[in-house]
């Protein structure tokens, strides 16, 4: 079937949004926060948080409210509580949600509603509270249905989906503004998706939801220029969607919504190309979304949006090869689209689109099995659907994604 689930529940967020009923929750007191935390909870979780030393913080886009959701995470046990001023308003749709690699910004994509032009909001992080500050200028000319974002260094890139493209900036170090790089808008197969790039910044990798490819290109490091990599595109399976990269760069792991499974190639570290390994594609649950891998590269987690849960795998070291965790997959709400891993690689965060609320689980470090945390889910906006994490300490004046 030659379509993305995702422009499905773009173009009809408006339409259905009557019949989908927001989520909230309440905390003894029974008095709800517009994040469903109850006043004295969020006061307790943020002084906790602040208390450590170290503070963590979690964003999440909520596609109905046009907003974003920032939470502080609790140190010692992983629950979320708003951050003051939460939620942060955001363009049309917003889809992907990255902070850059000096933890000053982070930048949202919105693609428009797939009818008009999107664009991309960007922010300044207070780090010693989470907040989100508009930069001057923001937000930034894209492309049509601007679903996925990357940085790397100082460039973003960002899919859009309705163009067939992939738009290309430079990062402004001192204000976080956005420029075109030269010849940017970059061409992409039909329907682009989500949007990856490598650690060091030397390839990205987009797929192509329409072809069952993905794209892969060389960037040049100095300009953010990209250039299709020999071989590109690369096959996939049916409707592939989220794209990520191993920690080290050696693997690159796409879901495929159609197939039910996820592809997993290597990364050739001189020109990037890619080559399935032994045994792909790997099975996952239903109509498989976005993934994440954990800071070591040893644990890989997709949100599977048709089962209502959460498979993880285990990462070869060698092959890259996935191997289910026991007690995979994990439950998780209703239509889960989104997936992170906190910088620490102790938590795991999960966007359930319907039920409008964050998963939070706790990652066994030997085993990568998940176990909600006290409390979990958290409630969010309409609609979640991108999260990220960052995390700095009190002294810092950035908040690091890694």
Partial sequence: MQHTMFAIRMSSALAIAALLAACSGSGPSGKVTPSGVASDTQMHLTQSAIGSGVLQFVYVTNLEDNNISAYAVDATNGALAPVTGSPFAAGR?????????????????????????????????????????????????????????????????????ADNNVSAYTINATSGALTPVASSPFAAGTNPQDVAVDPKGKFAYVPNSNDNTVSAYKINTSTGALTPVAGSPFATGTDPYGVAVDPKGRFAYVTNVESNTVSVYTIDATSGALAPVAGSPFAAGTNPYHLAVNPNGTFAYVANFGSANVSAYTIDATSGALTPVAGSPFSAGTDPAGVAVDPRGKYAYVTNFEDNTVSVYTIKASSGALTPVKGSPFAAGRHPFGITTCRSDRLATTCKPR
Avoid: E
């Fill in 93 to 161: 749709t917003p889809g992907s949600v990255a902070v850059d690699p000096t933890g000053r910004f982070a930048y949202v994509a919105n693609d428009g509603n797939l009818s008009g032009t999107g664009n991309v909001s960007a922010y300044t992080i207070d780090a010693s509270n989470g907040a989100l500050t508009s930069v001057a200028g923001s937000p930034f000319a894209s492309g049509r249905g601007s679903v996925g974002v990357a940085i790397k260094g100082k460039h973003a890139y960002v899919s859009n989906y």
